[in-house]
T-cell receptor, first 116, second 115 residues
Framework: SAVISQKPSRDICQRGTSLTIQCQVDSQVTMMFWYRQQPGQSLTLIATANQGSEATYESGFVIDKFPISRPNLTFSTLTVSNMSPEDSSIYLC?????????????FGPGTRLTVT | KQEVTQIPAALSVPEGENLVLNCSFTDSAIYNLQWFRQDPGKGLTSLLLIQSSQREQTSGRLNASLDKSSGRSTLYIAASQPGDSATYLCAVSEAGGTSYGKLTFGQGTILTVHP
């Protein structure tokens, strides 16, 4: 299974500022995913990041608000821009193991963001 | 649009009980189904994955079944322990896409096992 780390683990930010979250994987993966978990809610997919191409965003999420970089096969960043209190959530990255046919998903520990 | 529902929303049991968590999904065109565990303030730990062609998977005290045609899955936990206390999430992935990592999650079942 893949080992995934995220930085920072948590942060408290002021409204109007931006935060960049890093996701590092211990092996090369094709697809990386960014999810948001709002307080008391389940996970919602923000976007899919494929190395070498633009990220694909889900309905309700836009690149200007959540720009994503994917410079290589082991790293990705998600920026939460012009933050408001509604952006307070846990942000998680995940990868899929595509070596077999199962495509099992593995998640990082998450970044807990509080916007004041 | 795929929708995933988990029942019950919360469950409290005494240690040693066997228990069943339920998951249902509206679109049977899934590639696989995964059960995850989430401890408070933490990320997700994958427990079991069932591919759409499979009926069940087992790992230790956990057994997950899948009835794709009826859109249902169950997670059976045998001889529950206080360390099993966590939120259990069910998620399904789309079939036929370019990536199977687009998961749709249920709301989760909060499990408390008391000594």
């Amino acid at each position: 299974s893949a080992v995934i780390s995220q930085k920072p683990s948590r942060d408290i930010c002021q409204r109007g500022t931006s935060l960049t979250i890093q996701c590092q994987v211990d092996s090369q993966v094709t697809m990386m995913f960014w999810y948001r978990q709002q307080p008391g809610q389940s996970l919602t997919l923000i976007a899919t990041a494929n190395q070498g191409s633009e990220a694909t965003y889900e309905s309700g999420f836009v690149i200007d608000k959540f720009p994503i970089s994917r410079p290589n096969l082991t790293f990705s960043t998600l920026t939460v821009s012009n933050m408001s209190p509604e952006d307070s959530s846990i942000y998680l990255c995940s990868v899929e193991d595509d070596r077999g046919r199962a495509y099992e998903q593995y998640f990082g520990p998450g970044t807990r963001l509080t916007v004041t | 649009k795929q929708e995933v529902t988990q029942i019950p929303a919360a469950l409290s049991v005494p240690e040693g009980e066997n228990l069943v968590l339920n998951c249902s999904f509206t679109d049977s065109a899934i590639y696989n189904l995964q059960w995850f565990r989430q401890d408070p303030g933490k990320g997700l730990t994958s427990l079991l994955l069932i591919q759409s062609s499979q009926r069940e998977q087992t790992s230790g005290r956990l057994n997950a079944s899948l009835d794709k045609s009826s859109g249902r899955s169950t997670l059976y936990i045998a001889a529950s322990q206080p360390g099993d206390s966590a939120t259990y999430l069910c998620a399904v992935s789309e079939a036929g896409g370019t990536s199977y990592g687009k998961l749709t999650f249920g709301q989760g079942t909060i499990l408390t096992v008391h000594p």
